[in-house]
């Protein structure tokens, strides 16, 4: 696996070796977890917004209704 190094602050850093040593779980695999986590949550929030988005266009939002029906075999 590649490696880069990442600066963060002390605060974080003491929090990220107290979650270590709590869990057993490497600061990196932790690091990688959390990245991914907030990874999923943005793409979800773009996703819900992009939704919000077509349902305030009530002929878009007839159409995406339309299409899902189309795709309920």
Do not use: P
């Amino acid at each position: 696996m590649e490696s880069t190094t990442v600066r963060i602050s002390r605060r974080g850093h003491r929090s990220l070796c107290q979650l270590s040593d709590e869990t057993g779980v490497s600061m990196q695999d932790l690091l990688d977890q959390a990245i991914e986590h907030l990874r999923r949550k943005h793409f979800l929030q773009k996703a819900n917004e992009a939704y919000r988005q077509l349902k305030s266009d009530s002929s878009a939002w007839q159409l995406e209704l339309a299409e899902r029906e189309d795709w309920n075999i």
